[in-house]
Nanobody
Framework: QVRLVESGGGLVQPGGSLRLSCVAS????????MAWYRQAPGKQRELVAR???????DYHHSVRGRLTISRDNAKNTVYLQMNNLKPEDTAVYYC??????????????WGQGTQVTVSS
């Protein structure tokens, strides 16, 4: 059974930090691209950061320099270190596991999400 379980969300003041974790099970973690998405109220889900099986990363332009994605294949876990948080970072954050096909990239598995609220 495939599972992605996020944790680490919460309420933080602007300028604060949080570290999200996502523990995976039920699939071969190390060959998958792992990603964090977020969805704010009334907005579409957007890609925040991805880390490929090679360890390479890419980020949404709005979070570059503030958020850092990393993975620990020995623990089947992907992290999102969030620093200098802003109110506009408020959203539900979702972990996903995906793979490239011959023509596309597909997010195959999703977690249930963890709420991040940035407010004074």
């Amino acid at each position: 059974q495939v599972r992605l379980v996020e944790s680490g969300g919460g309420l933080v003041q602007p300028g604060g930090s949080l570290r999200l974790s996502c523990v995976a099970s039920g699939f071969t973690f190390e060959i998958y691209t792992m990603a964090w998405y977020r969805q704010a109220p009334g907005k579409q889900r957007e890609l925040v950061a991805r880390i490929f099986s090679s360890g390479s990363t890419d980020y949404h332009h709005s979070v570059r320099g503030r958020l850092t994605i990393s993975r620990d294949n020995a623990k089947n876990t992907v992290y999102l270190q969030m620093n200098n948080l802003k109110p506009e970072d408020t959203a539900v954050y979702y972990c996903s596991a995906g793979k490239f096909t011959a023509t596309d990239y597909v997010d195959e598995y999703w977690g249930q999400g963890t709420q991040v609220t940035v407010s004074s």
